[in-house]
T-cell receptor, first 114, second 117 residues
Framework: ETGVTQTPRHLVMGMTNKKSLKCEQH?????MYWYKQSAKKPLELMFV???????ENNSVPSRFSPECPNSSHLFLHLHTLQPEDSALYLC?????????????FGQGTRLTVV | GDSVTQMEGPVTLSEEAFLTINCTYT??????LFWYVQYPGEGLQLLLK?????DKGSNKGFEATYRKETTSFHLEKGSVQVSDSAVYFC????????????????FGQGTILTVHP
């Protein structure tokens, strides 16, 4: 248990569905991240929020829409996804006031797009 | 840009064997280096880290030394256990809260380790 909780753990959705992934931390962290983990590929950083402001968007398609309503919660809204979007989506958080502070990861949401 | 290259897996060992997983990196600044471990069905957990040249990170019998001259951070363990079976990720981070990196981690592709009794 790292203190970062992701829900749901597993999600199967059709290409026309709309769903949301949720990440929650009560560690007092102020930076949150979404990563995508696909088979046989390095983890890909998708979005970074620092102090509730999106500071990085790594050329992610618009069918992925992040939201950070407060420093404890991060969402990833999904719509009209493609089968190649099937992956493990990992949320991480850290205290962004120190150079060497550790990032804590959630257990991930295993997404399957059918 | 920043990148991390890990030895390709999967790596299969017998219990009590010696483990080495190679990791090399390229970075635009002076990075901190990390090894993360992912057990089956779980997210990533920090295993160890090193923040400057010649630092040695260690945890749970695993060690890695930050070698600036060879831009490497190889993971080693003298005697692996079945419970060490997992995916291991080498990662780097340049900068902290500000600047243009916001503390983001750049990962290698991961190395699957399987340890048999």
């Amino acid at each position: 248990e790292t203190g970062v909780t992701q829900t749901p753990r597993h999600l199967v959705m059709g290409m026309t569905n709309k769903k949301s992934l949720k990440c929650e931390q009560h560690l007092g962290h102020n930076a949150m991240y979404w990563y995508k983990q696909s088979a046989k590929k390095p983890l890909e950083l998708m979005f970074v929020y620092s102090l509730e402001e999106r500071v990085e968007n790594n050329s992610v398609p618009s069918r992925f829409s992040p939201e950070c309503p407060n420093s404890s919660h991060l969402f990833l809204h999904l719509h009209t996804l493609q089968p190649e979007d099937s992956a493990l989506y990992l949320c991480a958080s850290r205290l962004a006031t120190g150079r060497n502070t550790e990032a804590f990861f959630g257990q991930g949401t295993r997404l399957t797009v059918v | 840009g920043d990148s991390v290259t890990q030895m390709e897996g999967p790596v299969t060992l017998s219990e009590e064997a010696f483990l080495t997983i190679n990791c090399t990196y390229t970075a635009t600044g002076y990075p901190s280096l990390f090894w993360y471990v992912q057990y089956p069905g779980e997210g990533l957990q920090l295993l160890l880290k090193a923040t400057k040249a010649d630092d040695k990170g260690s945890n749970k019998g695993f060690e890695a030394t930050y070698r600036k001259e060879t831009t490497s951070f190889h993971l080693e363990k003298g005697s692996v256990q079945v419970s060490d079976s997992a995916v291991y990720f080498c990662a780097l981070k340049v900068g902290g809260a500000g600047g243009t990196s916001y503390g983001k981690l750049t990962f290698g592709q991961g190395t699957i380790l399987t340890v048999h009794p």
